[in-house]
C-alpha cells in the first residue's frame, strides 16, 4: 500500500518540478541542486531553500524601505538587489533574477516608477517561487516519511 | 605515491550564505576537504597573514620568518587553492588575489576567482594577474572538477611534495 502512495507521491513531485521548468519559475541550476543531495546530504535542497527565503526576505524588506525614502540611495539598493539577483541565480529561481536584472536596470536608469514596477514583480516571483518551493519540500518530507516506514 | 588519493584542501571565500552552502556541497562532492570563510579578510586571516602587514619587503619577511611560524602554519593548513567570489564587500576577490601573489608564503596557492557577472575586461585583468581560473556563477560540479589538474600541478611543482 505504501509504494503506491510513495509512487503517486513522486509522480506529484515530478509534474510540480517540471511545471515549475515550464513556466520558468526554475531552471537547469535548480537540478544541479538536486544532484548535490544524496544520502550524505539528504536535506540539502531543503536547506539551501530555506535560507534562500530567509534571505530574500530580508533584500526584500531593505528594498522596500530604500525604495519609499525621500532620496533613494540607489547604490544601497544596487548593492541589495545584486545580493538577490546572485542567490536567485544560485538556486535557479529564473524569474525572480529576471525581476532583479529588471530593478537593476531601473535603477541605474534612476526611473523611481520602473523602480516600483520591478519590485512589485520582484515580489510577485518571490511569493510564487515560494510557495511552490514550500509544495515541495512537503511532498518530499512525505515520500522521506513513506519511505523511512518501509 | 598514492597521489590520487590524497586529500586536497580549498579554502573557499564567499560573502554570500547560499554559495557558502553550495561551494562547500560542490566541494565535497569533489572529495576536497574544505574550509569556508566569508570575507577576504577571514582568508588572510585564516592563512595566518595578517592583512595589515606588509610583506613586500624580503628582508622584513625574512626577519619575521625567524621569529613567526607562518611557515609552519602554511605546512599544517596545508590550503591546496583559494577559491573566492569577486563581488565581495571590503576586501574583493581581486585584492585578495593581488595580496596572496604579493604574498612570498602564499603566493604559489592557485587562485581561482568566481562571479556572477561576464565582464571580459574584469576576467583578462585577473587572469593577467595570476589567478588559475575564473568561473561563472552559479559554479557546476564540471567547473570544480576542472581544478583538480591545478592542485595537481601545484602539488608536484612544490619542494615539500613529500610532506604528506
Known amino acids: 500500500m505504501n509504494h503506491m502512495a510513495i509512487a503517486a507521491l513522486k509522480t506529484q513531485r515530478r509534474n510540480l518540478v517540471q511545471s515549475m521548468f515550464d513556466e520558468g519559475v ?11 543531495q544524496d544520502s550524505s546530504n539528504p536535506n540539502f535542497v531543503e536547506e539551501v531553500i530555506s535560507l534562500f527565503c530567509n534571505d530574500a526576505e530580508r533584500i526584500i524588506t531593505e ?18 538587489v545584486h545580493q538577490l539577483k546572485g542567490s536567485s541565480s544560485s538556486i535557479g529561481a529564473y524569474r525572480l533574477k529576471l525581476a532583479c536584472v529588471n530593478l537593476r536596470q531601473a535603477s541605474e536608469e534612476r526611473n523611481m516608477e520602473e523602480c516600483a514596477g520591478a519590485f512589485n514583480s520582484i515580489r510577485r516571483e518571490y511569493y510564487v517561487v515560494r510557495s511552490k518551493l514550500q509544495v515541495l519540500i512537503q511532498l518530499e518530507r512525505h515520500i522521506v516519511n513513506l519511505e523511512n516506514q518501509q | ?51 595589515e602587514d606588509d610583506d613586500h619587503n624580503d628582508n622584513e619577511h625574512e626577519q619575521r620568518d625567524s621569529n613567526s611560524d607562518e611557515d609552519e602554519d602554511h605546512q599544517d593548513l596545508g590550503v591546496n587553492l583559494i577559491i573566492t567570489d569577486y563581488c565581495m564587500p571590503g576586501m574583493t576577490g581581486y585584492d585578495l588575489l593581488k595580496r596572496i601573489k604579493e604574498s612570498s608564503c602564499f603566493r604559489d596557492i592557485p587562485v581561482v576567482i568566481m562571479s556572477s557577472e561576464n565582464i571580459p575586461s574584469r576576467i583578462n585583468r585577473c587572469l593577467e594577474d595570476g589567478a588559475e581560473e575564473f568561473l561563472l556563477k552559479p559554479v557546476q560540479l564540471s567547473d570544480v572538477n576542472k581544478l583538480r589538474p591545478h592542485l595537481m600541478k601545484a602539488r608536484s611543482n612544490s619542494k615539500d611534495f613529500d610532506s604528506h
Open chain 2, 1 to 51: 605515491m598514492a597521489v590520487d588519493k590524497t586529500q586536497f584542501h580549498v579554502l573557499a571565500v564567499d560573502d554570500s550564505l547560499i554559495d557558502r552552502k553550495l561551494i562547500e556541497r560542490l566541494l565535497k562532492t569533489s572529495s576536497f576537504q574544505v574550509t569556508v570563510v566569508d570575507s577576504g579578510s577571514k582568508a588572510l586571516e585564516f592563512l595566518g597573514l595578517n592583512y
Open chain 1, 26 to 36: 526554475l531552471d537547469n541550476q535548480f537540478n544541479q541542486l538536486q544532484d548535490l
Open chain 1, 63 to 80: 528594498l522596500n524601505r530604500y525604495l519609499n525614502d525621500q532620496n533613494v540611495d540607489f547604490s544601497k539598493l544596487d548593492s541589495y
